[in-house]
Each structure stands twice: as C-alpha cells, then as structure tokens.
C-alpha cells in the first residue's frame, strides 16, 4: 500500500533523508521512531506529496506521487506534526471544509463528518471555535480530518505529541483498530508505543534506517530486551551529530 | 470545485472576525469623507463623480487593499495549514483563485456599498451613468491588482506585519509613480522616456481613462495581464518554498 523507493531529500547541502526504502502492507501498522531530526517528518512530507524528493518516489496503493500526484493525494489521510487547523472556525466546519475538499457533497459529507467526530470523541466540541480547544482536542480533531474519507492509507506524525497518558492511551487503542483495514505509518520517539500498538518498526537515524523489524524481533537484537538501549546504541545524540 | 470550497471557506473567515467589517466601514467613512471634504462634493456641481469621488480610492486602496490581502498565504505559512491545503487533492492554482477571488468580494461588497452616493448624484444632477459604472470597474480593477500584488508579498513571508508593510509601500510607489503632480517632478531630473516608463508603472495611465467612462481595451489587459503576473508568482514561490 506504500511503497517507498530510495527517498532521498537534500536542503541545500544537508542530506535529511538518505535514500529510504520500506513497504507497508494493508493491515500493517509501521512504527516510525528516531531521535529529532532524523528525518521523519521530512520522509511523511514527501510521501504525502508536500513536498517533492529530490530523488526517489513514494507509491500510494501503486499510484505514484512524483507523477500522479492529485490521484495519490485522494488515498491518503495525513495528520501533520503540529496538527495545523483553522482557527477561527467550528469543529464541524472545519470538518465539513475538508469534507468538501475531498470531494464529499450532501449526505455522503454529513455522514463522513459525524462517524469522524464519532471516531474521535469529539462530540462535546462539535460545535466550539477551534480556537477554544484544548491540545488533546487540537490534536484529535485534526486526527478527525484525515479519517474522513476513510483513506486507505493513514499517516500519522507523532500522533500522540503533547497528549495527557489518558490520551494517548485513546490514540493508540485507535491507531490498533484502524490498522486492522489499512496501512499506517506513524512517527514516534516515545518508545512504548511501539510495543502498544505496532506490528513493525523501523529506526531512522539521520535519515537512514538503522534497524527494522516487529517489536519482539527488536527487542532480541537490543539483547538487554529493552527497546531504549537498541535505540540509544543504533542512534546518535544530537551532540553527537552536530560534533 | 475545489477553489469554490476554498473560496467559501476564505470568505466566511473574513466575515466571521472583525476585518472586513473593520475594512468595510473604514473604507465607507474615508471614501464618503474625502469626497465631501477635499472632493468639494456639494460646492463643485460635477454630477460625473470622477474626480470628487473616484479620484480618491486608489488613494485608499493601496493603504487598505494589503490589509484584506495580508492574511492570505502569511497566516497559512505560520499556523502551518499550508501543509493541509499542500496534502489535499487540490492543486496550488485553486487555493490562489478561491483566496484571491474571496478577498476580491470583500472590496466588491465595500464598493456596492458605497451606492448612495450614485442615488446621490442621480437625485441632484443628472450624471452619465454609463461613466459611473466605468469608474466602478477602474475602481475595482485597482483594488484587485493591489490585492495580488499583496498576494504575492504574502507568500514570501509567515509574518502579517511584514506582509502589510511591504505591501503598502509597492502600492503606494505605483499610486505615486503615475500622478501628475510626482511626474512633474520627476520631470525635471529625469529624462522623458525614463518618465514614461515610470509612469507606465502606475495605475493612474490606466485608472484615469477608466475613470472618464472609457473602456479602453488596453486598460483592461493591462489590468488583468498585471494581476495574472502576480498570480503566477504567487504560484512560483509557492512551489520553490516547498523544494
Ligand atoms: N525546510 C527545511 N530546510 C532546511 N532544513 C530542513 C527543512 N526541514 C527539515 N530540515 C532539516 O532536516 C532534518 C530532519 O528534520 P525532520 O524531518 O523535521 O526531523 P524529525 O521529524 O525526525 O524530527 C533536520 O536536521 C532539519 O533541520
Ligand atoms: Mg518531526
């Protein structure tokens, strides 16, 4: 369902991201991790079509996004690092602008909206200026937008980012539900979330990856059967990258 | 389609806060005020409204014009829902017109607004009101080159106020470039072509003709190739910020 292709994005003459290669197949949830900066999100932004790789491609259900970019966009659903969102407007028109925007009319949108704001718990909010939220309710309602219209392919950036332990419990319980019909991508550096609610992870280290496998795979190679330690081993520090 | 979604949620954000209403009503007091003022209105007997009243919106518009613009892309580039708009199915061509034409409407209705004084003229003389609308339509023209012209200083920049201040200074160079008194001047110092081309820069060559109830076609291209051109731009640095 993704497939990346020697990804590779160069600012200037710092390389970001090296050319990456990974696949995720459908009712795979694929755990993200890597220290800051390694180039995470920078990968999300050039398979979600934000920004063009310098080399390499990223295939969306086997459309490509270098090439077909209007098409691919239509599969994906992606929550941004920050979760951006109109401030001045509604839960619900927020909602109802993106639904739109996807194409969605009349009952079909209505419809995407409500299970959305289902999905999500957002009910108590529907109708509150975004502006009013609260980070959990920020962070959800963006999550929200990118469920609309049921995409077949999720990407997540730090999904569970500034959320209270309850929180990211709810995220992650979700992130395991809606895996089991789509592929998922999401980034993370908080570590036990790979074991909550991953069937595989990789580790990117100043964009290259630097391990992958499922979870119980993982932890036999850290050897000490601690997920920090193979992280703290295969990982430098941000001193160190910049020495 | 989409730049029809986008066109509505633009305009429903400008009447959901306070600034067109603010822009609205200042442009109302101004416009009315100048005309009954300097413009001598009462005193001067002219039923044409060319030089009591049109003559002062270009005036009003390159302080005013950046204000309704300045949002556009700068406050996109701060929250970071440009990288929504950038992931949804929509190319960069249709979030520039549904902005451009939303922030268009709002000087149209600050315009249409301004009709009591044609009920004015009409009650007290008897004007030639095929000119008055030309002078309408120069109007709005120049407001609208304005406006892409703000349009194109925002997409440089996440900062409103640097937005603002850049923008009034080009369109107030191109209100000043063109007018008699400033070409005079320049005049003196300056060779004749190197005047020319000056004026050839500011919108009154094009605005005045208008303003005297000629719908020169030039004027009109000139308009619409100047606003195209800001557009285009608009577009480019859009997609060289993202690379
Ligand atoms: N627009 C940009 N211009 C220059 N460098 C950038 C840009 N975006 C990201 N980078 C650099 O690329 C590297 C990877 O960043 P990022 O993908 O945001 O990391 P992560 O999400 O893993 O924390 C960082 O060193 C960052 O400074
Ligand atoms: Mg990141």
């Known amino acids: ?243 | 389609m989409s730049s029809c979604t986008i066109y509505k949620r633009e305009l429903s954000s400008y009447f959901s806060q306070p600034t067109a209403y603010a822009i609205i009503v200042i442009f109302l007091s101004l416009s009315m005020g100048l005309a009954f003022s300097f413009g001598k209105f009462m005193s001067i007997g002219d039923a044409s409204l060319e030089w009591t009243f049109f003559f002062w919106q270009p005036w009003i518009y390159m302080l005013l014009a950046p204000a309704v613009g300045m949002k556009l892309w700068a406050d996109e580039q701060r929250t970071g829902t440009i990288e929504l708009l950038g992931t949804f199915p929509v190319s960069t061509w249709s979030c520039i017109l549904g902005k451009f034409f939303a922030a268009a409407t709002v000087w149209l209705v600050a315009l249409l607004l301004t009709f009591p004084i044609v009920i004015t003229v009409n009650y007290l003389g008897n004007p030639d009101n095929g000119a008055i609308l030309a002078g309408y339509i120069g109007s709005f023209l120049v407001c609208c080159t304005f406006l892409a012209i703000t349009m194109l200083v925002s997409a440089c920049t996440r900062d409103q106020v640097v937005c603002l201040i850049v923008s009034v200074a080009i369109c107030v160079t191109m209100v000043l470039c063109g007018y008699d008194d400033f070409t005079r001047e320049l005049g003196k110092a300056a060779s004749p072509g190197a005047v020319e081309a000056v004026v050839s820069m500011g919108v009154w060559d094009h605005f005045s003709s208008l303003n005297q109830g000629l719908l020169r076609l030039q004027d009109l291209v000139w308009f619409a190739s100047f606003i195209f051109v800001c557009l285009l731009g608009t577009s480019a640095i859009l997609s060289s910020k993202r690379a």
């Open chain 1, 1 to 243: 369902m993704i497939e990346v292709e020697t990804l590779t994005k160069q600012f200037g003459s710092k390389i970001a991201v090296n050319n990456l290669s990974f696949t995720v197949k459908k009712g795979e949830v694929l755990g993200f991790l890597g220290p800051n900066g390694a180039g995470k999100s920078t990968t999300m932004r050039m398979i979600t079509g934000f920004i063009p790789p310098t080399s390499g491609d990223a295939k969306l259900c086997g459309i490509s996004m270098v090439d077909r970019p209007a098409e691919a966009k239509t599969k994906i659903g992606y929550l941004p690092e920050s979760a951006p969102l109109y401030n001045e407007m509604t839960v619900t028109g927020f909602l109802k602008f993106c639904a739109s925007i996807r194409g969605l009319t009349g009952t079909a949108k209505n419809d995407a909206v409500e299970r959305a704001i289902e999905t999500c718990f957002l009910n108590s909010v529907a109708l509150q200026s975004i502006d009013t939220l609260s980070k959990g309710y920020r962070h959800r309602t963006c999550l929200a937008q990118a469920l609309l219209h049921d995409p077949e392919v999720l990407i997540l950036d730090e999904p569970t980012d500034g959320l209270d332990p309850n929180q990211k419990f709810e995220v992650r319980q979700l992130i395991k539900r809606l895996g089991q019909t789509k592929a998922i991508l999401f980034s993370t550096h908080i570590l036990e979330e790979v074991e909550a609610s991953c069937t595989r992870a990789v580790i990117v280290d100043r964009g290259v990856i630097v391990a992958d496998g499922t979870p119980s795979e993982l932890l036999a190679q850290s050897g000490t059967g601690s997920l920090t330690d193979l992280f703290r081993a295969v990982t430098s520090s941000d001193t160190e990258a910049a020495a």
